[in-house]
């Protein structure tokens, strides 16, 4: 009973680069979150989404960052022209209904490094 | 606007020891505060957590305790363990999936 993946676990990219942060959700769970936790953070909530539907997006950069979670695939963090500030570990966490967060399993996350 | 405040930011402590963790929060619509621990290069994993109605909760070695009226709630970690050496976050939640976390304590338990 695989965990939730995701993939790549660490991630350079140059400035001005783009980064692409997948996350495959446990066998069962239709709903995805997507957090950021930048060094001696916290986690941050970033977006909520549920299949082909983005629910809560309150908690993302208005500018260069997305998320989907298609009918088929993966869930896709994606941010465009990273900028340094954007280095940090980007989990995501799945669930199988949005009843409440104790039902929440994370991701082991993915580092993003901006040079 | 960190809605969870943790302290300490880190502390030792020595195998059978105790170790205290300390969370503040805002506000008052948060209703399920859970804790979580993380090590090195995994994602945080759900403890132990309580709701407001009740002051305290106990699993095993792991206490929480819940003040309602000082919105504090703290985490017990009793006869501290090598395993224990972790990263613990507090967190708050609202609308049900929500999760505002602390700053995180980084707790290494001497043998």
């Known amino acids: 009973n695989a965990g939730v993946m995701q993939n790549p676990r660490h991630l350079v990219r140059r400035r001005g680069q783009e980064a692409r942060l997948r996350c495959s959700p446990m066998?069962?769970?239709?709903?995805v979150y997507w957090y950021r936790q930048l060094p001696e953070e916290g986690l941050k909530f970033m977006v909520y989404?549920?299949?082909?539907?983005?629910?809560?997006e309150s908690g993302m950069p208005k500018e260069r960052f997305s998320a989907e979670f298609p009918k088929e695939g993966p869930s896709i963090l994606r941010i465009q022209q990273v900028v340094r500030g954007d280095s940090a570990a980007y989990f995501c966490a799945s669930s199988p209904s949005d009843r409440g967060s104790y039902e929440q399993y994370f991701g082991p996350g993915t580092r993003l490094t901006v040079t | 606007q960190q809605q969870v405040k943790q302290s300490p930011q880190s502390l030792i402590v020595q195998k059978g020891g105790i170790s205290i963790i300390n969370c503040a929060y805002e506000n008052t619509a948060f209703d399920y505060f859970p804790w979580y621990q993380q090590f090195p290069g995994k994602g945080p994993a759900l403890l132990i957590a309580?709701?407001?109605?009740?002051s305290e909760k106990k699993e095993g070695r792991f206490t929480i305790s819940f003040n309602k009226s000082a919105k504090q709630f703290s985490l017990h970690i009793m006869d501290s363990q090598p395993g224990d050496s972790a990263t613990y976050f507090c967190a708050a939640e609202f609308n049900d999936y929500k999760l505002s976390f602390g700053a995180g304590t980084t707790v290494t338990v001497r043998a």
């Open positions: 309580i709701r407001p109605d009740v």
């Open positions: 989404l549920q299949k082909e539907n983005i629910i809560d």
């Open positions: 066998k069962g769970h239709s709903h």
